[in-house]
Every structure is written in C-alpha cells, then in structure tokens.
C-alpha cells in the first residue's frame, strides 16, 4: 500500500508527462507507428498509445551525482530507425519542458532537470510535504 500523497505526487507527475508526450506527438511525426501500437491519444493512458510513451521511474540515486529522483524515460514504439540525434533532440525537449512546467504543476519546491549520465533526473525537493492541502 502506497501513501497517499505519493500517489498525488505521482499523479501530478504523470499530468505534466502526458502532456508533454500530446506535444511530441505533434511535433515529431516523421516516423511510423509500430502496427501493435494505438494512435496517439485513443487509450485512457497517454504511455500506451503514439509514437511516444513519456514517464519517469524512480531512482534512489546510488550512484548517482543528483541522488534520490525520477529518472525520466522518452521511449519510442516505432520500427523505423530513429537516429541518435533526434533521439536526443527529443530528450532535450522534454527536459525543456519538464523545467517550465514543473514549477507549475509542484509550486513552491525546487525541483531541477539535469543529465544524469545517459538519461535526464528530476531531483531536489521530492518530500511529500503537503499536496493539495493534504498533510503528508
């Protein structure tokens, strides 16, 4: 059993990657679906539909120089090759838009988006804290 304000924490998160992923999904439209893939935007989830599934694991940052965060993750589900530039075009991208909107979407914490080696973490002030006027 999780605690609810991860939940909500987690939650929050999720909105502010779907709609990162719907802007990807219009910019980004060179490259074929994969034929086991729903178009964009015809499921309930945004990570199982598209050329994109944009989302974030949790990471207790052994190893790592930012520590503790969510190790953001941009997969693609097409057959086509995507070369390693716009690979990492569209993960610059999303870290872009990860740094505006997360002050939006979590007000009040420092949060910050930065490479961790080969992918990008969010980290700094991941405390439960009080989400939606919820103790935590």
Partial sequence: MRHHSAVAWEKRLKKVF???DHEIEGRYTGYSLHPS???SGSTSNRE???LFGVGAAFSAGFGSRHGRGYVVEVRFATPDAVPSDVRREIEDFVAGRLREKLPVAFPGRKLSVDR???SYKIHGDLSLGTVH???G
């Fill in 18 to 20: 779907d709609e990162i």
């Fill in 133 to 135: 006027g919820e103790p």
């Fill in 37 to 39: 893939r729903a178009r």
């Fill in 48 to 50: 199982h539909d598209g």
């Fill in 116 to 118: 961790d080696g080969a």
